[in-house]
């Protein structure tokens, strides 16, 4: 998904998802008979996006079997004992992936390492111009994932058929895919629990987790020791007027702090360690950042979505010496704050606390040489 629907059409996109999917469990429900009830706690504010989850009551999971990164045939009845931790991934995706895939594994790690080994996190490809086992190994690898799950495709139509048992929506809008953000929490009996639509914001990963952590440890027995601390989620009160001060990566960690001030313009580039091609991209940027006349620039790796505190920085032993600060954005709060909607994503500011321009993906060093003068001629 480049650039994400979800992110673009906002919140009136999140409550048209949550009824369609939410539609169906019902249909499918009412046409067997049963009763159900639905709440409304998917539906959230602006001002706290978490998804708090949808009971399901027990829906026998549809079942299915396809390949994995490693092109082992996996079943979803073999984890069977398990709880499951189920997502829909597109296995190119830039935009919200990576933000389900690590509210994930940030709820492993919340859980602790006895209740994690009671628990499988699996996901299934969503993207229907990429499902070879390539793909799916290609993005675990990017989110150093290859060992803590198994990412599942097959043929298009063992997709389109799974993808309808559980009410996934993808689609091909104006070249880009999109796809319902949906993960599911089943049972050791196999039985649906919860259902859950990531939230768009970086700096809601954290709480996301939290909610999927607490409610995977209602399932788990006393004996997993599974005990976890609610996490508030705190909405970011940052705006681009603001003043920065981050931390700084080099290659061997994290040392020191680079200001961005909101009294003069910048250049601010999100990127982190999965983004494909990182490594020559940070590089390209040294000439860049060599233009005495070119705004201040600043990388920013935007944290939350990082599968380790080390990630960027062992692509920045790769990359080599930089001519320009990379600094970390733990929270995501500052990526939030200047409306960034993808990774890679570039966005100027004139001095007076204004983006005046963005881009969504990389651009090459010359395109981005002229588009910033552009834009700051047009502004003044």
């Not at 859980?111 to 111009?129: E, R, Y």
């Not at 960690?253 to 601010?268: D, F």
């Not at 233009?291 to 032993?317: F, K, R, W, Y």
């Amino acid at each position: 998904m480049k650039p994400s629907l979800w992110k673009t059409w906002g919140i009136p996109a999140l409550v048209i998802v949550i009824v369609l999917v939410i539609a169906g469990f019902l249909y499918e429900r009412q046409q067997s008979g049963i009763q159900s009830t639905v709440g409304s706690n998917s539906v959230n504010s602006q001002s706290n996006p978490v998804d708090q989850g949808e009971p399901l009551h027990g829906r026998p999971a549809p079942s299915f079997t396809l390949k994995d990164q490693f092109g082992k045939t996996i079943t979803l009845n073999q984890f069977k004992g398990k709880v499951v931790v189920l997502a829909f991934v597109d296995s190119k995706c830039t935009t919200i992936c990576p933000l389900t895939t690590q509210s994930m594994m940030d709820a492993l790690q919340q859980l602790g390492p006895t209740a994690a080994k009671q628990v499988q996190l699996i996901g299934i490809d969503a993207n229907p111009t990429a499902i070879t086992v390539a793909d799916v190994k290609s993005y675990s690898e990017a989110h150093q994932m290859m060992n803590s799950w198994h990412f599942l495709t097959g043929s298009l139509p063992q997709l389109k058929s799974i993808w309808k048992h559980y009410f996934i929506y993808t689609g091909i809008v104006k070249g880009q895919i999109d796809h319902t953000p949906a993960l599911y929490i089943i049972d050791q009996k196999g039985h649906e629990q919860y259902l859950y639509l990531t939230p768009s914001e970086y700096s809601a990963i954290s709480s996301q987790a939290n909610v999927l952590a607490l409610d995977i440890a209602r399932l788990l027995p006393a004996s997993a020791h599974a005990k976890v601390a609610k996490i508030p989620y705190h909405p970011s009160t940052l705006s681009p007027k603001d003043n920065l001060s981050l931390p700084t990566i080099y290659s061997g960690g994290i040392k020191g702090i680079v200001s961005v001030s909101a009294s003069k313009p910048h250049l601010l580039v999100y990127v982190a360690s999965w983004v494909p091609q990182i490594v020559q991209d940070l590089k390209d940027l040294n000439s860049y950042a060599k233009n005495t006349s070119a705004p201040h620039l600043v990388t920013i790796d935007v944290g939350s979505t990082e599968p380790s505190t080390l990630a960027m920085t062992q692509v920045l032993q790769k990359v080599g010496k930089v001519a320009y600060p990379v600094a970390y954005d733990r929270s995501g709060n500052v990526a939030d704050a200047y409306q960034v909607q993808d990774l890679s994503w570039f966005s100027l500011t004139d001095g007076h606390g204004h983006i005046i321009w963005h881009h969504d993906g990389w651009l090459p060093i010359s395109q981005l040489k002229v588009d910033v003068q552009k834009a700051l001629k047009s502004h003044h």
